[in-house]
């Protein structure tokens, strides 16, 4: 059974920081690229970022210099590290793994996890 388990949201304040972990397991978790997605209250789902297979990276204009996505592939755990956080990055974070297997795609979602960006 896949599962997707994203955790480390909470409340912060502005200017703080958080890692948000996601923990895989169901699926061969270093074939799939990895992605993080946020929506806010009232707007639609967005890319912040992700992790290809081999490691690369990409970010969200929006986020470029705060976000910072990395992988363990010897945990099965993609990490996003988000730094001088602000009240517009309130949201619900959700990991996402993408991948072919034998010429089928995958797409696996988390349930997300609240950050609130507050004083």
């Known amino acids: 059974q896949v599962q997707l388990v994203e955790s480390g949201g909470g409340l912060v304040q502005p200017g703080g920081s958080l890692r948000l972990s996601c923990a895989a397991s169901?699926?061969?978790?270093?074939?799939?690229?990895m992605g993080w997605y946020r929506q806010a209250p009232g707007k639609e789902r967005e890319l912040v970022g992700g992790?290809?297979?081999?490691?690369?990276?990409y970010y969200a204009g929006s986020v470029r210099g705060r976000f910072t996505i990395s992988r363990d592939n010897a945990k099965n755990t993609v990490y996003l590290q988000i730094a001088s956080l602000k009240p517009e990055d309130t949201a619900v974070y959700y990991c996402?793994?993408?991948?072919?297997?034998?010429?089928?795609?995958?797409?696996?979602w988390g349930q997300g996890t609240q950050v609130t960006v507050s004083s």
């Open positions: 992790i290809t297979s081999g490691g690369s990276t």
């Open positions: 996402n793994a993408r991948g072919v297997v034998l010429g089928t795609k995958y797409d696996y």
């Open positions: 169901g699926f061969t978790f270093s074939s799939y690229g």
